[in-house]
């Protein structure tokens, strides 16, 4: 089972490099490829442990926690339409207002983290 | 992300403990570089966390791998297989493709949440320990790139943004290789440390503990892909439309009640002088039909898709003359292949081929009407292809010549 997965494995990534070597410019998707890993692992994440240092002692933290990580997340997949510089090809591409719904859905995530917090800050102090 | 606390000084309890005594050996440089490196004292950076997201996130991949694969296909057909691409069920792409961007949405929360659970092993001491060691952390960091390498670039070429120099489409396709075989390659990998992690009673997880932070963690990983899925997949799956908050379309925006992505003007065919237009029939016997006389021909409905491979998708009523009808007054079998031409400027879908499945479906029009009105300029006035089961590229607009081959 492992070494059939395994060769797999190895097939597919070898035609995904030979397929990568046919395309105009390999050397632009190999750029563009550790690109990736940096953001990920030098910006991003720092920014999440960031932000989860911060978070551990607050009160409620599983729930503060989850709905930042809701927040993150709607965040993330709506970046693209957010900041999408030049005009759209029509009026039916990125035709929403996104910037307020993204807001809205912000204000929303931030009014349950803030009762999430104090309800669980008033159980505390009751105990 | 709760009690996760990061210091350069010795690490408590954790997966790793970067500040313990080095292997035998190290000279002092080593010692005190790998001191620098962050330690990991918080919870849930442990091997059952990564079993759960891991699963789900392999789910949302092989879904997004299978469903791209097959739309790759469908839409650059080799020639043995144009022929045997099936024309049912009519919805069929439309799924297909819907599946595809949905599942790669779902999986940017789970690739988030799994890649941080396991981001410790990064600063993992020592960094290789022998060749087989060093081959699995290759394969590991080709995981990384190729899978935020790929949900990077598909979710901003479903918003029609490009900022990179490479072309699309076959990047995406020989990435998604590459990504799939560092996907298998890790599973085989860690198929023992998967097992003894599987279930919430395993020894292993047991072992670990955590159990309750561990649930109210999933739990926010859980309700985040809900929230990513239901603001955008209105896009394709129209009933939630009135929540579609963030996806790059909506069901209700584009001229006639449906979206559009090549606008007549775009396409330098806003000008039909119908005076002259003339619809080519070419076969055994050719023919030209003016556009009263197509209207003159026996006129059909057919309820279909127009399904993007950029995701989105919107079901809309066509009335028009059969293909098969055409094909069949041109003196060729209903089952030919066909090529169908626009008179659209350039573009890298002016000529369109089709095989014989969808040229015999009497549900593939030569549409004349959207929703009980003449087609819009911008939907391929005064003729259009419309066909169960394809790409929208392929639905054929401002259409010239249809030819039995």
């Known amino acids: 089972m492992r070494t059939v997965l395994g060769t797999l494995g190895v097939a597919g990534m070898a035609l995904g490099v030979w397929r990568l070597l046919e395309v105009r410019d390999p050397l632009d998707v190999a750029v563009w490829l550790g690109g990736a890993v940096v953001l990920h692992d030098g910006i991003i994440v720092p920014v999440v442990l960031g932000i989860g240092l911060l978070v551990g002692g607050v009160r409620a933290r599983g729930t503060v926690r989850g709905a930042l990580i809701v927040a993150g997340s709607v965040t993330a997949v709506a970046l693209p339409v957010l900041l999408r510089p030049g005009a759209a090809a029509n009026p039916s591409v990125v035709p929403l207002n996104y910037l307020r719904n993204w807001l809205w859905m912000m204000a929303l995530l931030g009014v349950f983290i803030a009762g999430a917090t104090a309800v669980g800050w008033a159980r505390a102090r009751r105990r | ?405």
Not at chain 2, 33 to 41: D, E, I, T, Y
Not at chain 2, 300 to 315: D, F, M, T
């Open chain 2, 1 to 405: 992300m709760n009690s996760m606390q990061e210091s350069a000084a010795e690490g408590g309890r954790g997966n790793l403990r970067p500040g313990a005594t080095g292997p035998e050996g190290e000279t002092l440089i080593v010692q005190r570089l790998h001191r620098l490196l962050p330690a990991f004292k918080g919870r849930l950076h442990d091997k059952r966390t990564a079993t759960v997201v891991g699963r789900w996130l392999g789910g949302a991949v092989l879904v997004c791998f299978v469903t791209g694969t097959v739309s790759h296909y469908v839409q650059h057909p080799s020639s043995w297989l144009i022929d045997i691409l099936p024309s049912r069920p009519s919805w069929g792409y439309r799924l297909n493709q819907g599946l595809h961007v949905a599942s790669g949405i779902a999986a940017i929360p789970l690739l988030f949440a799994k890649l941080w659970t396991v981001f410790p092993r990064l600063f993992e001491w020592p960094a290789v320990r022998n060749v087989w060691h060093g081959l699995e952390r290759i394969s590991v960091a080709a995981l990384v790139a190729t899978g935020v390498f790929q949900l990077f670039t598909g979710l901003l070429n479903t918003a029609q943004w490009y900022p990179w120099p490479f072309s699309f489409v076959p990047v995406h396709f020989a990435v998604s290789w590459l990504f799939i075989g560092a996907l298998l390659l890790h599973i085989a990998v860690k198929l023992p440390v998967i097992s003894s992690h599987w279930r919430r009673e395993s020894a292993a997880t047991l072992e670990i503990g955590d159990g309750a932070d561990r649930r109210s963690f999933l739990y926010g990983v859980a309700v985040a892909v809900g929230a990513v899925t239901l603001t955008t997949a209105g896009q394709s799956f129209t009933p939630l439309r009135s929540l579609d908050l963030f996806a790059p379309r909506h069901p209700n925006y584009g001229p006639q009640g449906l979206p559009v992505n090549k606008t007549a003007v775009a396409a330098g065919a806003d000008q039909v002088d119908l005076a002259t237009w003339k619809l080519e029939v070419g076969g055994p016997q050719p023919f030209t039909l003016s556009l009263d006389e197509l209207r003159a021909l026996p006129q059909y409905e057919a309820e279909l898709p127009i399904a993007c491979v950029e995701g989105w998708s919107k079901s809309a009523k066509w009335r028009g003359v059969r293909v098969r009808d055409l094909l069949e007054q041109a003196g060729a079998p209903a089952s030919s292949r066909v090529r169908v031409t626009s008179f659209q400027r350039g573009g890298a879908y002016r000529v369109m081929e089709m095989g014989r499945n969808y040229a015999e479906d009497p549900l593939t029009l030569l549409a004349l009407e959207l929703n009980g009105e003449p087609l819009h300029p911008d939907h391929g006035f005064p003729a259009r292809i419309i066909a169960p089961n394809r790409p929208g590229v392929w639905q054929t607009k401002w259409v010239a010549k249809v030819e039995a081959l």
